[in-house]
């Protein structure tokens, strides 16, 4: 095989583009023979979307694709998917799994959610109480059977839609908390999987609660070892901050996009201290911007930074106090709202609709993906040094917790 350089990769671009022109290719196929070229993500191993290339060469396929017109995979309907699947089971899955699994999840043909947060976990993932028994089982450690799963999660985004979830489940409750957990792959169309939508104060129902009752996995969709669910979460968490906080924006992009038009197209509103308050806020939008940037650099070459966290925490308070310029901006006109009428999103709009939506929907940012305060925690003892939070239960059985 030849080296994989920019060269090569544009010359395999091209030879795909010939022979699937995208003007003469249903979208699904032209997806699936990407795939199957190495080029969906480039970094990939060969058989699996990609061509064991450096990470920084995909933007050469991306600008190639995209000045052909070539189709994309609907990234933000998948992005759970996408952004947080992918790379769990790229890292801890079986070479089975990564088969079965990658090339309909890059595609687009089965959506994926995340069972993590529960109801009375709070923002403390690792205190979950989902149970995962094993039944049966012949391998030389225990391998083989089926897990019996019981319990509820909430705030899971897309389960309405999902074919796939993934799972994490306590295996062990004479363990302490961070360990006797365990990662599952959990088929979302199995008995026992009720998905119930959550109404939210925006009145859409973009979020669900999951009950699973007795709900059978093999264990052949175990990601990682029995007991080893944290360990590889937390994969899944890093890659889902980044997600969040991470989008790529256009100057103006976001939040701020709308409340600036607003100002311009505006001048009977404007006030003076109105005036300080969204420079200072244009600002700081765009020096988040700018760090997602830098972000996306670094993951290019494979050197995540701290950026994930601070930015889904900038990311959130930015979105709350922007939003609430708006409505004040406004005045009674961004007291206003639409529609009531419950609807379930395929897609989450931050920016959607009218200012009275936005100011509502953002509350929900600093929650989803990881609370402000769990994050705040996260840069303070893993990316400043600073003393860790005096903890009581950090030898202490899950099962004799206070509850």
Not at 12 to 27: G, K, W
Not at 42 to 57: E, I, K, N, Q, Y
Not at 131 to 149: H, L, P, Q, T, Y
Request: proline share 6%; hydrophobic share 40%.
């Amino acid at each position: 095989m030849n080296a994989i350089d920019a060269a090569e990769l544009r010359r395999r671009t091209r030879d795909l583009l010939a022979a699937h022109p995208p003007a003469d290719t249903e979208p699904a196929d032209f997806l699936k023979a990407r795939f199957d070229a190495g080029l969906a993500w480039v970094h990939f191993p060969a058989g699996l979307g990609g061509l064991d290339a450096p990470r920084s060469l995909q933007s050469v396929v991306d600008a190639e694709l995209a000045a052909s017109g070539a189709p994309d995979n609907d990234p933000r309907r998948i992005g759970i998917g996408l952004g947080m699947a992918a790379p769990t089971i790229l890292g801890f899955g079986t070479d089975e799994q990564k088969r079965r699994f990658l090339r309909p999840l890059w595609v687009g043909d089965e959506v994926w959610c995340q069972l993590f947060s529960e109801p009375g976990a709070g923002s403390d993932l690792a205190a979950l109480g989902t149970r995962a028994v094993r039944e049966g089982g012949s391998g030389a450690n225990g391998e083989g059977g089926d897990w019996i799963v019981n319990g509820q999660k909430v705030w899971t985004s897309s389960a309405h839609l999902a074919r796939w979830a993934i799972l994490i489940a306590r295996t062990d409750p004479a363990l302490p908390k961070h360990r006797g957990i365990t990662y599952f792959i959990c088929d979302m169309t199995a008995p026992g999987v009720d998905v119930r939508p959550l109404r939210q104060i925006t009145g859409e129902a973009e979020f669900n609660e999951v009950f699973l009752t007795d709900v059978r996995i093999p264990d052949a969709h175990r990601l990682g070892a029995v007991g080893d669910g944290w360990k590889v979460a937390r994969t899944t968490l890093m890659n889902e901050r980044v997600s969040i906080g991470g989008a790529r924006l256009p100057r103006e992009g976001g939040m701020i996009g709308p409340v600036s038009r607003t100002w311009r197209e505006r001048p009977e509103l404007r006030t003076h201290q109105l005036h300080q308050r969204l420079l200072a806020l244009w600002v700081e939008a765009e020096v988040a911007r700018l760090t997602g940037e830098r972000l996306r650099q670094q993951l290019a070459v494979g050197r995540p930074g701290p950026e994930g966290s601070g930015l889904k925490l900038s990311f959130a308070r930015l979105n709350q106090e922007i939003s609430g310029l708006e409505v004040e901006l406004l005045g009674d006109e961004g007291l206003l709202y639409d529609d009531w009428t419950m609807r379930r999103p395929e897609l989450v709009d931050f920016t959607g609709r009218e200012a009275g939506y936005r100011y509502l929907r953002s509350k929900g940012n600093s929650i989803e993906g990881g609370t402000s305060e769990v994050l705040l925690n996260i840069v303070a003892e893993r990316v400043l040094g600073l003393p860790a939070e005096p903890r009581d239960d950090k030898d202490v059985a899950w099962k004799d917790l206070a509850r």
